[in-house]
């Protein structure tokens, strides 16, 4: 079974599942208040469908983690879910500390509710996952439903340190590679480790074959954002959907530029003046890959890469679930959009 | 043993626990991430000190409960500092979603830190509440826990319903009872009964007795409220230490208003026609006085206040930490300020 035919079985529960959890805990008489939540998972409101819900990586990667383990997957759901609303939760509050206007096209909670209704909509999607995950009980020991919260509530704390390195980042128009890793640990390998290794764990693997799973994860999620990086300045913007300049212009501290400074070249001494403009985007790109950025960023990606799936050989056996990761890898990573 | 001498002895383990749980969890690398948790619970920065600290009030209901409930106080604390931080984080997002600028006369985390790091720093202490309540491990039978967590969480989604209602209240000008109440009980009661229920479950009471420590938090919470209430109308500012116009002049809908506003009569009226003016003060109070808002809040109160001992006397059992909560519930009930 290929990775199509997975998620054409896993996304209808993992929406499903969704739905109960808000569906058991919010009160029926606010009906506003769960509007605003269902409006940003895509359900609701102008512009919802499938298309602007995400792709549902991090449950994917649960429920997949979970067959491949040789557990049964859809006991896995809770956590599968629990994943996906800690990732909404930090997208709300995200969109509300960088200003963002749009997330997929459509207006932010913040812009449609306000400031103070979207901090509350962050913080009841954050609690909700919480009651998500407890729903392992059904099918798990105490002890990993224990331990799956706890992992749970570590990946947000590292997510946390994460955004609060991000949001201090911003005042600042250099950081090192020292300080880049950590940001991206926090803000994105941790919950992806969470993801594989809850997986694992639903399926009742012993500990240290969690650990390898966690260690896939984790790797995919540097290996990822790495690689995200890249495209931000030299993808294809009509196949990756975003503006090139966005990641030059808006001054975000990616791997290319955090690589490019520490050259104390050409990019570097003209970074360090100010802002970029749109105009100079083209020029900037030329004297990164000139300095070795380019070759750095893809060299590091492939590297972080073949760890993963390292990682993965070792945590998974034989089997269709097992290929459809492997599948679902080498489309995060090589993908061009 | 009197209420002051359980303080004595609870309080600075509560304070040790909450470092504790700071300690453990926090990056040692990011010092300021950890300097904005310990500002706003007073222990650093401009302004630190016991005094502005709070009154720890929740933790020690919880450390109460347990000793009252026959149990050892000390296997409670994870749950205690649990509570306290997530009415912190409650707190740290408040005062953000009000505007607020002061709290206890310092200024708040999004004054001193900008609004997306007090976002991301409540986030944080929201997380390191659940990784507090898991530490009951320690202590406590794992199906315990899990029904602790789950009490935490849903606590934590009641709070987001309150705070929901009470931020879409501040756009109108007049609610019902049957709006005020479902808010109060999101806001305030349900994690004061979370609180009294912890205690309980941690000292290992059968759910009957602990649906008895439920209650008599319950009733506190609301009589807790209603009498807040009644201070912010007719109560002494000199003891109170808040300005007594606060509360009619800032339009806030307390019970005397939502009451005075039922009776249609000159009260309604003024109010109506729009904002209170700091002059008007004492003849709306007056007005509120002679329409029966005064006599109906403080019967309201006192008849929870009721509710609330009656609970309390089915739940615990004749010593001293059932004495001392007695104490608590009077102290916080009849209190003047």
Not at 43 to 50: D, F, H, I, S, Y
Not at 77 to 83: E, I, K, N
Not at 112 to 135: E, T, V, Y
């Amino acid at each position: 079974m290929a990775l199509k035919q997975f998620v054409a079985v896993m996304r209808p529960l993992i929406e499903e599942e969704l739905r109960r959890t808000l569906d058991i805990h919010l009160s029926k008489s606010l009906p506003e208040l769960y509007s605003m939540l269902a409006y940003h998972l895509g359900w609701e409101g102008e512009g919802a469908g499938v298309e602007v819900q995400g792709k549902r990586i991090r449950p994917l990667l649960v429920l997949l983690c979970a067959a491949s383990a040789g557990g049964d997957w859809q006991c896995a759901l809770p956590a599968a879910v629990a994943v996906e609303l800690v990732h909404n939760f930090s997208l709300i509050h995200d969109d509300i500390q960088d200003r963002s206007e749009l997330r997929r096209g459509r207006p932010t909670v913040w812009v449609k509710w306000g400031l103070a209704q979207a901090i509350n909509a962050g913080d009841l999607m954050f609690s909700l996952a919480h009651l998500s995950i407890l729903r392992l009980r059904e099918s798990c020991a105490e002890n990993s439903v224990i331990e799956a919260v706890q992992l749970l509530q570590k990946a947000c704390v590292h997510l946390t340190e994460g955004q609060y390195m991000d949001i201090s980042y911003e005042s600042r128009r250099e950081i090192t590679l020292d300080e880049y890793w950590p940001m991206v640990a926090g803000k994105t390998a941790s919950l992806l480790a969470t993801c594989t290794r809850l997986g694992a764990l639903a399926a009742g693997c012993e500990p240290d074959r969690q650990e390898h799973f966690w260690e896939y994860g984790y790797s995919l999620g540097l290996a990822f954002q790495a690689w995200d990086d890249y495209l931000g300045v030299w993808g294809d913007p009509s196949v990756t959907g975003k503006s090139i300049e966005s990641d030059l212009v808006s001054g975000k501290k990616t791997l290319p530029v955090v690589y490019g400074l520490a050259q104390r070249g050409k990019f570097a001494r003209r970074w360090l003046e100010g802002p970029i403009r749109v105009d100079e985007v083209p020029q900037l790109a030329e004297w990164l890959k000139e300095e070795g950025a380019q070759e750095f960023t893809r060299a590091t990606a492939e590297g972080l890469t073949n760890q993963a799936l390292k990682a993965l050989n070792q945590a998974i056996s034989k089997g269709a679930a097992g290929d459809a990761l492997h599948e679902l890898t080498n489309v995060l990573l090589l993908r061009d959009n």
